[in-house]
Nanobody
Framework: QVQLVESGGGLVQPGGSLRLSCAAS????????MGWYRQAPGKQRELVAA???????NYADSVKGRLTISRDNAKNTVYLQMNSLKPEDTAVYYC??????????????WGRGTQVTVSS
């Protein structure tokens, strides 16, 4: 069994910063891509940023230059540094992993989400 656990969400003022973390644990053989998605009330879940095991990154246009994704492969952990936050960044942020377990089964694993609220 594999789990992804997010941390670091909260309430921040516009222009402020937050750092999200997501740690994967369990019967992990490897994790290809890891990423962050978000879902605001009444909207579909959308990709925020993703990173491969080799370090290649992909960002939504709306966050380029403000949010930075990174990962520590040794710790199976992915981070999202969020700067210059805007009210429209308010959403539940979900961690995602493209996981291969020790049984060599490959699947998408999701965390439970962490709330980020940007408000004055």
């Amino acid at each position: 069994q594999v789990q992804l656990v997010e941390s670091g969400g909260g309430l921040v003022q516009p222009g402020g910063s937050l750092r999200l973390s997501c740690a994967a644990s369990g019967s992990i053989f490897s994790i290809n891509s890891m990423g962050w998605y978000r879902q605001a009330p009444g909207k579909q879940r959308e990709l925020v940023a993703a990173i491969t095991s080799g370090g290649s990154t992909n960002y939504a246009d709306s966050v380029k230059g403000r949010l930075t994704i990174s990962r520590d492969n040794a710790k199976n952990t992915v981070y999202l540094q969020m700067n210059s936050l805007k009210p429209e960044d308010t959403a539940v942020y979900y961690c995602h992993g493209d996981v291969t377990n020790t049984g060599r089964a490959r699947f998408n694993q999701w965390g439970r989400g962490t709330q980020v609220t940007v408000s004055s």
